[in-house]
């Protein structure tokens, strides 16, 4: 884990496919969102994403409400099929906000651990606390290897970027 930051961010385009329930149940998903990202953009590297869109503290395992999407950068969105957002996908977009930001190195089992550092941790080191999620302000992390190739990636070479809205504590 690297030393977070806080930063503010600029407004970002997803297009997704929302699920729910355990944050686990992604893997379909994402080898849906595969598909589609491979029929639109070719081999243009596209980075996907994980939004959560829901409180995550006080929601039930059940009850998680999370998108398995792609970052879809304006330059990007030109190069699409028309520009359209692709039939089975969704667009979620996220306003420009203050997060806290950090890279996570290994493989995804550790994520948790991140997050709970980031959010438990550090944050509140900063006189500050995490946002609720919500569609409009989301907790997401940003996966940044180029798995496209079809390469198999080590997991000790997997880079996770994570946003964690935050506020100033009460």
């Known amino acids: 884990m690297n030393t977070p930051k806080i930063i503010e961010t600029a407004t970002r385009k997803f ?5 729910h ?6 893997g379909p998903l994402f080898k849906r969102l ?26 039930s ?19 699409s099929k028309g520009g359209k957002v692709p039939d089975g996908l969704e667009e979620i977009v996220v306003a420009g906000h203050r997060c806290a930001t950090m890279m ?4 995804y089992d550790g994520l948790p651990k991140s997050w709970g550092k980031l959010c438990m941790e550090w944050i509140p080191s900063q006189k ?9 302000c989301p907790h997401y992390e940003i996966y940044l290897n180029d798995c496209s190739k079809g390469e ?9 970027q994570l946003f964690a809205p935050v506020e100033a504590a009460e």
Do not use: Y
């Open 15 to 19: 297009w997704g496919i929302v699920g």
């Open 21 to 26: 329930g355990p944050f686990d149940a992604c």
């Open 34 to 59: 595969g598909v589609i990202k491979k029929e639109t953009f070719s081999n243009t590297k596209i980075d996907f994403a994980m939004l959560v869109l829901c409180d995550v503290p006080n929601t």
């Open 152 to 160: 198999a990636i080590k997991q000790e070479d997997l880079v996770t």
């Open 61 to 79: 395992k059940d009850d998680l409400v999370w998108a398995a999407a792609m970052v879809i950068p304006p330059e990007k969105e030109a190069k």
């Open 128 to 136: 500050m606390c995490p946002s609720k999620g919500s569609r409009e």
């Open 104 to 107: 996570h190195h290994g493989g």
